[in-house]
């Protein structure tokens, strides 16, 4: 009897004081996790990892969290997304398939957000093999009812979101899926025109000055799409289309202009079009003096240490007592790499590189590893477990460390490959590309 005055007590207090639930129901999804991520473009940020009970029932108590779109990941590797703007939440889905399956019990945010997802999924799916039909058959009569089939479909699609948007086009989700409006092309114009007219009118079909859908993948959505018009083998077309992008939104909040900046950059920067995401850097960095930290370490990466210019100097005692200094390097390159303990990635980039040692001799490479711990016993523990057959050095100051801000460090792992004369000849954003550039110096 208690336990039930007790329960009674916290929500009475919940709603004397504006707290808000998120309660949940996933059928055959019983004692496992689920993760609560808030979004920042198509970033997913961890906020919480709650558990579900023998039901596969959860309660997560949301109200400090910031109005926008929240993705739950499930074990499975699936997920589903819910708005949260300041009331409770209350929904059941199942493991197969959660987003199709929703079930909104509670939430006007979410039974708008789902009324558009769930009658959208058959059209979406629909859309998708229209147009996989119009690149198998790229003309004659069969192409020609494609065509037609595919221009229905996407104006039933529109028809339908407009009449959602109409439910509350003042509500989060309201302004939200205005953003997920497909563009009608006149079906006289033929497959030149059509990428043309795209092209010219894509961008004016949306705005981009609120700033709470910055907590959404409503913006990266667009941008996306729109670099998908610019299919080609040249960098170029894509550093044009980027520049696009940036001129139309040159007015608007210097919010949303540098994320979707950082976000242009960051792609570019994971396609390898380093070139062009520094000549972005030059042009529209000054434009970020109000940018985040994670913004300015980017532009910095991009101009200042971008392939060609000198790599800072430094001089360091390893956690071996070892005293290092880049410039006196043995071999013809050093692999300068900046990982974490905390970085998952890191934990299973750094044992890799340790099994082909062998290839780093053989290119007369070394390697240093510089981590961004800031918890000594932390890090001497983890080399105590995980031995790397290298020089570590650590300035115990996370991100703050003075080698960490000359190399403009922004995420882990960082990598940069210096010759002796530290010049930057490399920067690997990952793996693969760190192989294809010992390849390289070994055939040369």
């Given at each position: 009897?208690?336990?039930?005055?007790?329960i009674i007590i916290i929500f009475i207090s919940g709603e004397m004081f504006g707290q808000h639930f998120l309660n949940g129901v996933i059928v055959?999804?019983?004692?496992?996790?689920?993760?609560?991520?808030?979004?920042?473009?198509?970033?997913?940020?961890?906020?919480?990892?709650?558990?579900t009970d023998q039901n596969g029932e959860f309660v997560f108590s949301i109200n400090q969290q910031a109005v926008g779109l929240y993705r739950i990941y499930l074990d499975t590797q699936d997920y589903f997304d819910l708005i949260y703007n300041n009331e409770d939440i209350e929904i059941r889905t199942k493991i197969e398939n959660p987003q199709y399956n929703m079930e909104i019990l509670k939430s006007k945010e979410n039974t708008q957000l789902y009324t558009y997802i769930i009658d959208n999924y058959i059209s979406d799916y629909k859309i998708d093999v229209l147009d996989q039909l119009k690149d198998i058959y790229p003309d004659g009569r069969f192409r020609n009812k494609v065509e037609l089939e595919l221009r229905k479909e996407i104006k039933n699609k529109n028809k339908n979101l407009e009449k959602v948007i109409k439910q509350n086009p003042n509500s989060f989700a309201g302004r939200y899926l205005k953003y997920f409006r497909e563009l009608a092309v006149p079906s006289k114009f033929?497959?030149?025109?059509?990428?043309?007219?795209?092209?010219?009118?894509?961008?004016?079909?949306?705005k981009f000055n609120d700033l709470t859908l910055l907590n959404s993948n409503a913006y990266t959505t667009v941008v996306l799409n729109y670099f998908k018009l610019y299919r080609s083998n040249n960098p170029e077309v894509y550093y044009t289309a980027a520049r696009e992008i940036l001129d139309y939104i040159f007015f608007e909040d210097p919010k949303i202009f540098n994320f979707i900046l950082e976000y242009i950059l960051s792609g570019f920067e994971s396609l390898g079009l380093d070139e062009q995401?520094?000549?972005?850097?030059?042009?529209?960095?000054?434009?970020?003096?109000?940018?985040s930290d994670n913004l300015k370490m980017r532009i910095k990466s991009n101009t200042d240490l971008s392939v060609g210019k000198k790599a800072p100097d430094f001089s360091a005692v390893s956690i071996a007592g070892k005293h290092y200094?880049?410039?006196?390097?043995?071999?013809?390159y050093t692999l300068i790499i900046f990982w974490a303990t905390w970085c998952e990635h890191c934990k299973v980039t750094m044992p890799r590189l340790a099994a082909a040692s062998n290839?780093?001799?053989?290119?007369?490479?070394?390697?240093?590893?510089i981590s961004i711990d800031s918890d000594e016993q932390v890090l001497r523990e983890f080399l105590k477990e995980n031995q790397?057959?290298?020089?570590?050095?650590?300035?115990?100051?996370?991100?703050?460390?003075?080698?960490?801000?000359?190399?403009?460090?922004?995420?882990?792992?960082?990598m940069y490959i210096v010759d002796k004369e530290l010049n930057i000849i490399a920067k690997p954003y990952n793996e693969e590309r760190l192989y294809n550039e010992l390849e390289r110096i070994l055939t040369k």
């Open positions: 009897m208690r336990y039930y005055i007790a055959g999804y019983n004692r496992r996790d689920v993760n609560i991520c808030s979004q920042f473009g198509d970033e997913s940020k961890l906020v919480e990892t709650v558990k033929n497959d030149y025109e059509k990428s043309e007219f795209l092209k010219k009118n894509y961008l004016s079909n949306y995401a520094a000549k972005l850097s030059v042009e529209f960095g000054d434009l970020c003096s109000d940018g200094t880049l410039s006196e390097m043995k071999t013809d290839i780093f001799k053989e290119a007369k490479m070394d390697i240093i590893a790397m057959p290298w020089d570590v050095i650590c300035e115990y100051k996370g991100w703050d460390g003075e080698i960490v801000l000359d190399y403009a460090i922004f995420a882990t792992p960082t």
